[in-house]
């Protein structure tokens, strides 16, 4: 079992910056793939980033490539998604995801055993 709880969402302008955070506890954290998906009012959720067990390899949605950056800190049980340049249409709940998948599951939110609360993003223009 994993407990995942997401912070450091809130309101921000377009063109600037914030740093999602993702604690994990209980066992085996360094055995998951960490995950951040979005859920915008009205539409299904969509995967944004993806991180592998040693930090390595990742994995971005394309309208989040090179603004987005996600890293995880196994030794404090940690996912951060770094989020540059944000655009309205960033706007949307993220949360936190984690199980033992293979890459080519990533994407899928299906796959995901266990989920965070999720917090709130929003990019005014």
């Known amino acids: 079992q994993v407990q995942l709880v997401e912070s450091g969402g809130g309101l921000v302008q377009a063109g600037g910056s914030l740093r999602l955070s993702c604690a994990a506890s209980g066992r085996s954290f360094t055995q998951y793939t960490m995950g951040w998906f979005r859920q915008a009012p009205g539409k299904e959720r969509e995967f944004v980033a993806a991180?592998?067990?040693?930090?390595?390899?990742?994995e971005y949605a394309d309208s989040v490539k090179g603004r987005f950056t996600i890293t995880r800190d196994n030794s404090k049980n940690m996912v951060y998604l770094q989020m540059n340049s944000l655009k309205p249409e960033d706007t949307a709940v993220y949360y936190c995801?984690?199980?033992?998948?293979?890459?080519?599951?990533?994407?899928?939110?299906?796959?995901?055993?266990?989920w965070g609360q999720g917090t709130q993003v929003t990019v005014s223009s």
């Open positions: 995801a984690a199980d033992r998948l293979y890459v080519v599951y990533w994407t899928t939110s299906g796959t995901y055993a266990y």
């Open positions: 991180i592998g067990w040693s930090a390595a390899p990742t």
